[in-house]
């Protein structure tokens, strides 16, 4: 199965980006969907994330209040809307599947990527 992530691009600082991450040749019922992100220089960071059945999520303290994780089944797809952007949110953004369908934090829980999109924030 592939992980399809979009919806990055170059935004002013306030404005809002809803990200996509399309799963492929599976059905989200099977994984935890984490969303990270790796600026220049800097490590693979977790943004937020859900589990297989979406009764448990989480985010970073960085954006937690401004930003939501959810999905739909139907399209396979799951959602990471930011607002109130910031310059600290510019970044190549990833999503992960973890397929304990647990979710979490740490990125080595996440066994399949797929690749970033660059979201930039000017200020």
């Known amino acids: 199965f592939q992980l399809q992530a979009s919806g990055g691009g170059l935004v002013q600082a306030g404005e809002s980006l809803r990200l996509s991450c399309v799963l492929s040749?599976?059905?989200?019922?099977?994984?935890?969907i984490g969303w990270f992100r790796q600026a220049t220089g800097n490590k693979r960071d977790n943004v937020a994330w859900?589990?297989?059945?979406?009764?448990?999520?989480g985010y970073a303290d960085s954006v937690k209040g401004r930003s939501t994780i959810s999905r739909d089944l139907a399209k396979n797809t799951v959602f990471l809307e930011m607002n109130a952007l910031e310059a600290e949110d510019t970044a190549v953004y990833y999503c992960g599947a973890d397929p304990t369908g647990y979710g979490g934090p740490w990125s080595g829980q996440y066994q399949h990527w797929g690749q970033g999109t660059q979201v930039t924030v000017s200020s």
């Open positions: 859900l589990s297989s059945s979406a009764t448990h999520s």
């Open positions: 040749g599976g059905t989200l019922d099977w994984f935890a």
